[in-house]
């Protein structure tokens, strides 16, 4: 390789730093950082005296005193963030679904325990802010676009997108739960269906366990010194395991996610991690459930998979009884992917932001199925999880299929299909 190929390689790592972390400034959003920074040292010197004067009438006449300063950015500064988001009129007008999913997301992140402020919000209120950046996770839509359309400069759109999916990934553990009591029975759905009231003994499964791939760009790495192939034409020959990342997700009947893993392309864990959770806190599931999961996830008491091999019909039904709950996960997949086209490619080529971004979907999602808020995207082929050979196994997980084979065998035999 030849040392041209070495300065093109590293001029390219040094103008993609560049572009994440830093844009010039127009003198529009230069004069809004300005009142920016004002507005703040403002509301500082505010505070300090109101704590000295703690009368209301006083608070009312140290602002009415500041004379150098207009009454409109007064009014600014005094409000609290949630108060000042309000203020402001989104510069675009919403359909009445879109409004109230921004009103909604603006409800939940005022909330959260979180209350740093977002960053590179000089102009924008928080409405906007939420759609700025949904627009950003919905349309396959440069940050170029995005800046004509807000009329803010690139490097600002950037800093306001992260910043708001930082503040959603806060309400992980808020809208992606576990169920649990009472929550966790409501959840179950039977194995099979129809069911009668004389089947008591009929397995419920809590959820749908599976994955899916979210491609990335290519991370920036380390040449192989020694080799000849120039490095796009490599990329090109050979995939490259840490160009997508693996999303993990357990769904429920409705489609809503309980759980959310997002990894690299290079650790592959196909569902042990949860398993043995499970196992260790055998309280997660509620007596007698299950998750069910293709082949080549693990088969345990606790998540069942379909059998592989030469099978015979009593295997074959098994098969296709629980084909039928894949289908869930499947849609699930495909709504999450119509919704927030965004991942179909994420041109982002950091570990950690493309995590950044693929949970704040995974958590909005749930946010516009609680809202009813509804998308059937299309299942498309290679979004189904394709089977592979039967994953690791143990003795009580063969058990418990065998007892299911024969309680849905018994069920067709007795003609309850």
């Keep these: 390789m030849d040392m041209s190929e070495y300065i093109v390689s590293a001029g390219r790592a040094v103008l993609d730093i560049v572009e994440r972390e830093w844009q010039p400034l127009s003198a529009g959003e230069l004069e809004q950082r300005l009142d920016q920074a004002v507005e703040e040292i403002l509301e500082a010197d505010l505070i300090a005296k109101v704590k000295t004067q703690p009368s209301p009438t006083l608070y009312v006449q140290i602002l009415q ?15 609290s963030p949630q108060e000042e988001d309000e203020t402001q009129e989104p510069r675009e007008t919403l359909h009445s679904s879109d409004s109230a999913a921004v009103q909604h997301i603006a409800d939940l992140l005022q909330s959260s325990k979180s209350n740093a402020r977002m960053a590179g919000r000089a102009s924008l209120s928080l409405s906007q802010t939420i759609m700025l950046s949904l627009t950003l996770l919905s349309e396959r839509i440069s940050y170029r676009s995005v800046s004509h359309r807000f009329h803010l400069e690139k490097g600002n759109i950037h800093r306001i997108f992260f910043s708001f999916c930082e503040r959603i990934n806060v309400l992980e553990e808020m809208l992606i739960r576990w169920p649990s009591g009472q929550g966790a029975e409501e959840a179950l759905f039977p194995l099979y269906s129809p069911v009668k009231e004389e089947d008591e003994d009929i397995p419920m499964v809590l959820g749908i366990l599976g994955h899916t791939c979210i491609p990335i760009r290519l991370p ?22 840490d160009s997508w990342l693996n999303l993990e997700l357990v769904c429920d009947y409705s489609g809503r996610f309980l759980h959310c893993r997002i990894s690299k392309g290079s650790e592959v864990d196909r569902g042990r991690t949860l398993r043995d959770k499970l196992k260790q806190n055998p309280e997660l599931l509620p007596s007698g459930s299950c998750l069910v999961a293709r082949a080549g996830y693990p088969l ?8 592989s091999g030469n099978l015979r019909p009593r295997e074959e039904l098994f098969n296709k009884t629980l084909e039928g ?5 499947d849609q699930a997949v495909a709504s999450l992917k119509a919704r927030f086209q965004r991942l179909q490619y994420l041109d982002i080529g950091n570990y950690e932001r493309a995590r950044t971004v693929v949970l ?12 009813g808020q509804v998308v059937q995207g299309e299942v498309k082929k290679e979004e189904s999880l394709s089977g592979e ?3 690791e196994v143990d003795e009580d997980g063969v058990q418990r299929r065998e007892t299911f084979t024969e309680l849905l065998l018994k069920k067709c035999d007795s003609g309850g299909t």
């Design 325 to 329: 709950h894949f289908h869930i996960l």
């Design 360 to 371: 704040t979907a995974c958590v909005l999602h749930n946010v516009f199925l609680d809202m």
């Design 300 to 307: 345990s008491a606790q998540i069942l998979t379909p059998y």
């Design 65 to 79: 005193s500041e004379a150098n300063v207009q009454p409109q950015v007064l009014q600014t500064t005094v409000c």
């Design 220 to 241: 920036i790495v380390k040449r192989d010194m020694e080799s000849t192939v120039p490095e796009m034409k490599r990329i090109k020959m050979e995939a490259h395991a």
């Design 389 to 391: 050979g039967e994953g």
